[in-house]
């Protein structure tokens, strides 16, 4: 079947009337130019600008090969005629290395691509590099308790003292820690951690909390995910104009299949959307090991160490 343009002229004008707000879009108009010429349009957006009427014209090319000069220069004599402010070529098949070149010296003219992933007429898709780290804790931290400052208590007396501080303060103990990892987490490597805290302080006396966590961190990449999205792309300043993306899902599986792990690499891959997926800590999660340090100090008490 012969490609007549219109169902690339149809998928243009309604891209253009998405992003065009409250600007009025035309298609398939006709301007008689000051030439007495009737001029065919095949999209056309009037807007105001500081109370002035701008018109911009627009022509859509659904061609197989790059635009070339002569049809920017066609596009000049258009503008020219009818008097438009901007005249815009919309092409599915990209523009010419001269094309690009004629525009950019025009000022008036501008080059513009589509992406509409709904729309099978528009060829361009979004595919852009995506990175993904995964940061996990060991479950196994190593917790020990410090007392600092002046005091007479034996080593008996001492570990009933934390036991009490345990048994009062239960997971309170921990609030401190979960913030300042569930901030951090994000920012650190590979490797074994350690974060101290006060969890008891009285005159010149001090019970420290250290607690110790390996964290193992992995980064994948994909350098060319299909994104759903409508856009239009300014071809002169090689730029997303307008766009809409659209939800799109990362599913760890796939991720840890079958994306390029680069956890030596990273930084070779830096235009590349990251998202993280940290491990998360709540008050909850440190009940069990709670309980497991009371009744440690209990039966390291009753011993009489």
């Not at 007495?36 to 859509?60: F, H, W």
């Not at 036991?163 to 901030?183: C, P, Q």
Request: aromatic share 10%.
């Amino acid at each position: 079947m012969k490609n007549t343009g219109k169902s690339f002229e149809e998928a243009v004008y309604e891209i253009v009337k998405l992003f065009s707000g409250d600007a009025e879009v035309f298609k398939n108009t006709f301007i008689t130019g000051a030439s007495g010429t009737k001029r065919q349009i095949d999209v056309e957006v009037k807007s105001y600008l500081l109370g002035a009427p701008v018109n911009m014209i627009i022509e859509c090319k659904d061609h197989k090969t790059k635009i070339g000069v002569k049809i920017v220069d066609e596009m000049v004599g258009k503008v020219d005629d009818v008097g438009a402010n901007i005249g815009v070529i919309v092409s599915n098949s990209g523009f010419s290395k001269n094309a690009i070149s004629r525009a950019k010296r025009l000022g008036h003219i501008e080059l513009y691509s589509l992406i509409n992933s709904e729309n099978k007429i528009i060829r361009n898709k979004l595919h852009v590099p995506i990175k993904v780290t995964y940061s996990n804790v060991d479950n196994k931290l190593n917790i020990s308790f410090t007392t600092k400052g002046q005091h007479s208590l034996s080593r008996v007396e001492e570990l009933q003292f934390i036991h009490g501080v345990l048994k009062e303060l239960d997971t309170k103990i921990f609030l401190e820690f979960i913030a300042k990892f569930n901030s951090n987490i994000s920012k650190l490597g590979s490797g074994e951690h350690f974060y101290e805290f006060t969890i008891f302080e009285k005159e010149n006396f001090n019970l420290v909390m250290k607690v110790g966590f390996l964290v193992q961190s992995k980064t994948y990449i994909n350098e060319g995910i299909f994104l759903p999205a409508k856009a239009i792309i300014d071809v002169l300043n090689n730029s997303i104009k307008k766009s809409n993306i659209g939800p799109f899902s990362i599913i760890e599986n796939d991720v840890l299949s079958n994306w390029k792990n680069i956890d030596y690499d990273s930084g070779h891959y830096p235009k590349a959307t990251h998202y993280q997926r940290c491990a998360q800590f709540n008050q909850k999660w440190f009940e069990p090991i709670t309980k497991h340090l009371i009744k440690e100090l209990e039966n390291t008490i009753s011993r009489g160490q």
